[in-house]
């Protein structure tokens, strides 16, 4: 196996040279949709993570559905904005009926709105002036040592029985129904 950036992922499933591509692959739900949603190449085999996203800040205030909108008119850096964090954190925000806007950690800063500045990866954390920050675990835990907290379950917020399904596990469609046993014990694998 081999371990892919996420701003790479799509390139394992869309050469045009298909020995070029992944077998199978665990990627974002939303880049498999987006890539492989008509399902001619490529199955869904099932989620392999429900939501691993998490509020972090230096505040020990814990954010819940109850108390979210405290972040009306503060900067949430936001990871992956267009993706399944970003994705999910908007749809947290307009089930709550939050209103929130894009913005740049230089860029206008909305009082009305909770304002999300885009970042790529959990490096840019204390690097800009942000009151929290959405980032995926293990990075959350990870920034223990420079004094942040988790301060909000973006699962939890985002409710329901399942929470949002944040990775997928995808295979070629000739390997999945030329090779079923075999894959259906993979699947097995993965599970345990």
């Known amino acids: 196996y081999f371990v892919t950036k996420a701003d790479a992922i799509a390139s394992k499933v869309t050469y045009k040279d ?19 949603g008509d399902g001619s190449r490529y ?3 099932g989620a392999v993570t429900h939501g691993n996203l998490y509020i972090i800040s230096k505040s020990e205030t814990v954010y819940t559905r109850d108390n979210l909108s405290a972040l009306v008119g503060k900067k ?12 999910t954190f908007k749809t947290v925000l ?10 740049t950690n230089e860029g206008t ?6 304002n999300l500045l885009p970042i790529a990866d959990a490096t840019a954390v204390g690097t800009m002036d942000a009151e929290c920050f959405v980032i995926a675990e293990p990075a959350a835990t990870a920034q223990a040592k420079k004094g942040y ?9 985002y409710g329901g029985e399942n929470g949002y399904p944040q990775a997928v ?15 259906g014990n993979f699947v ?4 345990g």
Do not use: R
């Open 43 to 45: 199955v869904m085999l």
């Open 76 to 87: 949430v850096g936001v990871l992956q904005i267009n993706n399944v964090p970003g994705l």
């Open 109 to 114: 800063v909305y009082e009305d709105k909770v």
């Open 149 to 157: 907290n988790i301060v909000g379950d973006l699962q939890a917020l």
């Open 169 to 183: 596990l995808v295979g070629k469609k000739e390997i999945v129904e030329g090779h079923s046993e075999w894959t």
């Open 188 to 191: 097995e694998d993965v599970k």
């Open 18 to 36: 298909e020995a070029e591509n992944a077998d199978f692959c665990v990627m974002p739900l939303n880049a498999a949709s987006k890539l492989l």
């Open 94 to 103: 307009n089930n709550c009926g939050i209103a929130w806007a894009e913005t």
